[in-house]
T-cell receptor
Framework: GAVVSQHPSWVICKSGTSVKIECRSL??????MFWYRQFPKQSLMLMAT?????????EQGVEKDKFLINHASLTLSTLTVTSAHPEDSSFYIC???????????????FGPGTRLTVL | QKEVEQNSGPLSVPEGAIASLNCTYS??????FFWYRQYSGKSPELIMF????GDKEDGRFTAQLNKASQYVSLLIRDSQPSDSATYLC????????FGAGTRLTVKP
């Protein structure tokens, strides 16, 4: 149980284009979803937290107009990187929490990640 | 600023040895503590979680928590080459904060 999927698993795009990444909880309803970015050999960096039906809460330094998050349902959140540039190339990972997890809702279940390369 | 600190490593141990991974945190109000394993190029996967002071064992893994010292550790017994990965400590005190991770290498 508690499987999170992401699509696409990798994407290559030209500079200036927008890219949408989907995060889905497959077998549970996610109370909260999180978006992380990870550069090579660096730690996870939380970008934003989103709850279904409400605006995402962005971490300091993350441009909300550049990284658009939509959390339309309890099983789907999307991250759109608008006008992507080479410096946006990174590994984007989503996670979700559920009250049905082993740790009573506190642990995060991670998706497999999306590797974005902007040329 | 809520901080979660880990030694970045790399930590190298021989196969069969005990690997000890350490983590300290700054937020005294933290209630739940997690260890994730992340293989290169993959996303993190949960190994252990612990809420109470003391030890919690799960197979070859033991999590240790000392809230007074704001310290949580992960012991891996009988380390295997397949345990080679980056181990992330995460602390939840209202929001989840991750450490930078410790890279572990288990040599055959």
């Amino acid at each position: 149980g508690a499987v999170v999927s992401q699509h696409p698993s990798w994407v290559i795009c030209k500079s200036g284009t927008s890219v949408k990444i989907e995060c889905r909880s497959l077998d549970f309803q996610a109370t909260t979803m999180f978006w992380y970015r990870q550069f090579p050999k660096q730690s996870l960096m939380l970008m934003a937290t989103s709850n279904e039906g409400s605006k995402a809460t962005y971490e300091q330094g993350v441009e909300k107009d550049k990284f658009l998050i939509n959390h339309a349902s309890l099983t789907l959140s999307t991250l759109t990187v608008t006008s992507a540039h080479p410096e946006d190339s990174s590994f984007y990972i989503c996670s979700a929490t559920t009250s049905n997890g082993r740790a009573g809702g506190n642990e995060q279940f991670f998706g497999p990640g999306t590797r974005l390369t902007v040329l | 600023q809520k901080e979660v600190e880990q030694n970045s490593g790399p930590l190298s141990v021989p196969e069969g040895a005990i690997a000890s991974l350490n983590c300290t945190y700054s937020d005294r109000g933290s209630q739940s503590f997690f260890w994730y394993r992340q293989y290169s190029g993959k996303s993190p996967e949960l190994i252990m979680f612990i809420y109470s002071n003391g030890d919690k064992e799960d197979g070859r893994f033991t999590a240790q928590l000392n809230k007074a010292s704001q310290y949580v550790s992960l012991l891996i017994r009988d380390s295997q080459p397949s345990d080679s990965a980056t181990y992330l400590c995460a602390v939840n005190g209202g929001d989840m904060r991750f450490g930078a991770g410790t890279r572990l290498t288990v040599k055959p």
